[in-house]
């Protein structure tokens, strides 16, 4: 059983498709965005002025902080700055615990560390703190934050297991998978180096509906919450991951035999939208690999799949690997190693093709829910050797579901090379298709653990060079991202990110291209407990603004707040404006006599 036979699960309307062309999007794939601009424009006269955001204004900016929480986030931040507490934390929690009993660790972890990072124990607890963070404009988006507690080893057996399939097992498969895309012992335990993203273990098919269920209870909490609300999820949390890997292979394979045969036709270096294939070049480039037949050709391009441009663009490339039945079953590429061509669609078992097949299953269940309550899904990014197969999913559900607005989310790692190639050829793909864009654009979490696996085993890093590089990355995708939401009223974005100026340059660009915050197109999230001094001021300015709320019990969000310690340790080696910022504040109200401060 092949790849292909998975997508009818989320493409049930795919039949409804208009074929892609390179031709420009037709005047009525584009009219509801036109409309909504025209609209968004006469509205612009009635609406207010948007009022100034001043991140250095501590009085406003912590004017939902009470001055006790002020102390304790002074606290924390000065004790994750710590080098020598750091790196003995988990030895000193299980030492307080030892000598304080379970009962008085709990409530110290509240008083501190847990009370500073995690809303509550369970949604009931929770309330309160989203309530409140909603009176002063800041929303939420829920976070069950219970991980399993495994030893290295444990979790480096689950990996292994997980993403091995059975003919590798045996000893049959693992050539014809890139070496990125095996699993590799060294690097089964995925949570070594990361520092601010949970990670799943595939440990069994229940385990995987006990994870869709908890979803399910978020996505719903956070319908009751707010009437424009978020919720996240991450795919390795609903399958067997070894799915992942093998679909990854095959979306790398794919495209990167289509830059083989531009470099062929001498247009290697060109940017990804900008590359096109002469149909009649590669048609004889087929030929000549003896892929097929002259005859059995003459129907996979032709001007209903194409257009009558006589050339083919990446977004043309990528649809053949599923769309076409005929040319599915001629799929192969050049081993660049062996120089033998070797079949592109990988097969499965049958218990293998039934564990895909429901992981796409829960995929839908999830985007459904959100439907039906009003709740935009956000599909979380993970490693680079899974995630163009999660963003090739999270694309088609926003196919399906993101009909009349952006209901599905998928995000991009800036620090990654190609990330403004794919942001742009997935704007290019939403406006042919006539859907509605949504992104979440985040910087990665990933990146020590990438760059020594791509050393160790021997690939490209796909990492960019540099923080600066990775900066110029973010602020050049987000740049293009707004340029669109300018044109499109339809589309919209995430900007998750505690970098101020980052934020300053998103504002400054709202203002210029004229999105207004009521528009609620530009969207921005920090964590809880991190970055107060941004999230409230632009909550209080009329900005959608969100906190990421994590909540659990507090010995199994332990892991959780491990990450968040040492996340907030590169924050305070790098900057001390936070720190600083709540202590000018602490300041202010001891001087003015207004330490017992009440919250207005």
Known sequence: MSFRRAFPVLRSALSRRAPLSTAPATREQHAAG????RGRGAAEAARPPVPAVDFGNTQEAYRSRRSWELARSLLVLRLCASPALLARHEQLLRLARRLLGQRLFDRLMKMTFYGQFVAGEDQESIRPLIQHNRAFGVGSILDYGVEEDLTPEEAERKEMESCTSASERDGHGTSKREKQFQAHRAFGDRRDGVVSTR????ASEAKCDSHMETFLRCIEAS???????FSAIKLTALGRPQFLL????????????????????????????DTKLEVAALQESVVKMG???????????????????????LLDWGSLIDSRTELSRHLVVPNMQTGQLEPL?????????????????????????ASEVGVRLMVDAEQTYFQPAISRLTLEMQRRFNVERPLIFNTYQCYLKDTYDNVTLDVELARREGWCFGAKLVRGAYMAQERARALEIGYEDPINPTYEATNAMYHRCLNYVLEELKHNARAAVMVASHNEDTVRFTLCR?????????DCQVYFGQLLGMCDQISFPLGQAGYPVYKYVPYGPVMEVLPYLSRRALENSGVMKGAQREWQLLWQELKRRLRTGSLFHRQA
Request: proline letters at 1%; a negative charge.
């Open 34 to 37: 036109l409309e909504a601009v």
């Open 223 to 229: 319908g009751g919450a707010s009437e424009d609300g």
């Open 291 to 313: 892929i097929a037949s002259r005859m059995e050709i003459e129907n996979w391009f032709t001007v209903e799949t194409l257009g009558v441009s006589g050339t083919l663009d």
């Open 345 to 369: 669609l990988s097969r499965f078992t049958e218990e293998e093709e039934r564990q895909m097949t429901r992981m796409l299953q829960r995929m839908d269940v999830l985007a459904k829910k």
């Open 246 to 273: 093998q679909f990854s292979d095959v979306l790398t394979k794919w495209r990167r035999f289509f830059h083989q045969m531009a470099a062929e036709q001498g247009k290697a270096g060109l940017a990804a939208m």
């Open 199 to 202: 990670t799943y273990f595939y």
């Open 510 to 518: 709202m203002e210029e291209l004229g999105l207004h915050p009521a």
